[in-house]
C-alpha cells in the first residue's frame, strides 16, 4: 500500500471503533505504519478490552499494511508515554499523532453528577494533552539535535465544543478546551516543526447512533453521508507531508463537505480614557450587539 502518507509512523487514539478506526485504514492505505490505540471501552467508557484494537491491526495487516496495538489509557500519564514509546520501539520513530478516543455521558446540567463531568473532561481533555505532552517532548528532542522535523497532531472536537449542545456541558466545555488546546499546541510546536489542526466530525458511530437515529439512517442506495470513513481523507491529508502549510486551523467534516470553522474574533468595540460607570455599560452593550452578527444557534436549543 502507498500513497500520501508513505513511510510515515502514526498513532491513532481510540482507534478500534467508529470514527478512529478509519483513519487508522486510511493511514494504512496511503502508506504510513499505524500504532492503532484503543482501550476497548464501552460506550460510557466503562470496561476494558483489548479486542478492538487488535482487530484493526489484523485487517491492516491483512491489506498489506504495517500496524501494531495499544490498549493504554490515553488519559494515564504513563500509559500514553508508553503509546508513543510503542511507536518509536516498533516502527522507530513518530511522524503523526491524532488524537481521537472518547466517550460520552450526556445530562442536563442540572441533574449531572461529579462523576459524569470529571471523566469526560478527564478523557477528552487530559486525553488529548497527554499524548500531545509526551509526543512533543520527543519532537522538540528531534529538533533540538539539528533534525528537520515534519510532524503533525491532529485533534477531534466537536460541534458542540464550537458551538454548544444541549445536555452535553461536560462534552461540550471538554470539546471547547481541545479548541483552544489547539491554537496554543500550535503557537507553541511550530518552531520544532510541528504543525496542529483540529477536525469537527459527524458520523454514524456507536456515539450518535440514538442521539441522530433518523439522521443516521444508511441510505438505500448513493452516497452514505454519515459513514465514519467520510471523515479519515481530511485527517489523512492534515497527517501528511502536503498540509505543513496549515496550523492551528479547525475543521467540520461530514459527508463530502469539508468546512472551516472560524473562530472567536475580536468584534464590536467601545472604548474610553476611562472606567466605566455601571449604569452607563447597558447603552454601550446596546450598541455593540446591533453592530454584531448574533451567535450561531446551540444545538439542541
Ligand atoms: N460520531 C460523531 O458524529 C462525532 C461527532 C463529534 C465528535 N466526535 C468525536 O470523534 C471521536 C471518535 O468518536 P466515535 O464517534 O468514533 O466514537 P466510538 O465510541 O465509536 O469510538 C471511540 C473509541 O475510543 C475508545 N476509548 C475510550 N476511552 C479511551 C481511553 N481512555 N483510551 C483509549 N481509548 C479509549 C473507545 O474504546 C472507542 O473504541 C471522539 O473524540 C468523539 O467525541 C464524534
Redesign the pocket.
Known amino acids: 500500500m502507498s500513497g500520501i502518507c508513505d513511510g510515515r509512523v502514526v498513532i491513532v487514539?481510540?482507534?478500534?471503533?467508529?470514527?478512529?478506526?478509519e483513519h487508522a485504514l486510511e493511514f494504512a492505505r496511503q502508506g504510513a505504519k499505524v500504532v492503532v490505540?484503543?482501550?476497548?471501552?464501552g460506550?460510557g467508557?466503562t470496561g476494558r478490552s483489548g479486542g478492538?484494537a487488535l482487530e484493526v491491526v489484523e485487517e491492516i495487516r491483512a491489506l498489506g499494511g504495517q500496524a501494531v496495538a495499544n490498549?493504554?489509557?490515553?488519559?494515564?500519564w504513563d500509559?500514553s508515554a508508553r503509546l508513543v514509546k510503542m511507536a518509536l520501539s516498533a516502527f522507530g520513530r513518530l511522524d503523526v499523532l491524532v488524537n481521537?478516543?472518547?466517550?460520552?455521558r450526556d445530562r442536563m446540567l442540572v441533574s449531572m453528577t461529579e462523576q459524569e463531568w470529571d471523566d469526560v473532561i478527564r478523557?477528552?481533555l487530559k486525553?488529548h494533552f497527554l499524548p500531545l505532552r509526551h509526543a512533543s517532548a520527543h519532537w522538540r528532542e528531534r529538533s533540538k539535535s539539528g533534525e528537520r522535523v515534519d510532524a503533525r497532531v491532529i485533534n477531534?472536537?466537536?460541534?458542540?465544543g464550537l458551538f454548544g449542545s444541549v445536555g452535553q456541558g461536560n462534552?461540550a466545555a471538554a470539546?471547547a478546551g481541545i479548541a483552544a488546546l489547539t491554537l496554543v499546541a500550535a503557537a507553541e510546536l511550530g518552531r520544532y516543526g510541528v504543525t496542529v489542526n483540529g477536525i469537527?466530525?459527524?458520523?454514524?458511530?456507536?456515539?450518535?447512533e440514538e442521539v441522530?437515529a433518523e439522521m443516521m439512517a444508511r441510505p438505500e442506495s448513493g452516497f452514505d453521508a454519515m459513514d465514519?470513513a467520510n471523515v479519515a481523507p481530511v485527517v489523512v491529508w492534515l497527517g501528511s507531508a502536503d498540509s505543513a502549510h496549515v496550523t492551528g486551523r479547525m475543521f467540520e467534516v461530514e459527508g463530502g463537505s469539508i468546512a472551516l470553522a472560524d473562530g472567536w474574533r475580536h468584534g464590536p468595540r467601545a472604548e474610553r480614557d476611562a472606567r466605566w460607570e455601571p449604569a452607563e455599560v447597558g447603552e454601550a452593550v446596546a450598541k455593540l450587539l446591533a453592530g454584531a452578527p448574533g451567535p450561531e444557534p446551540v444545538y439542541g436549543a
Open positions: 487514539t481510540g482507534a478500534g471503533r467508529g470514527i478512529g478506526r490505540n484503543d482501550l476497548g471501552a460506550p467508557g478492538p490498549s493504554d489509557d490515553i488519559a494515564d500509559g481521537n478516543a472518547g466517550f460520552v478523557v477528552h486525553g477531534t472536537s466537536s460541534g458542540a462534552y470539546k469537527a466530525p459527524a458520523a454514524r458511530t456507536r456515539m450518535t441522530f465514519p
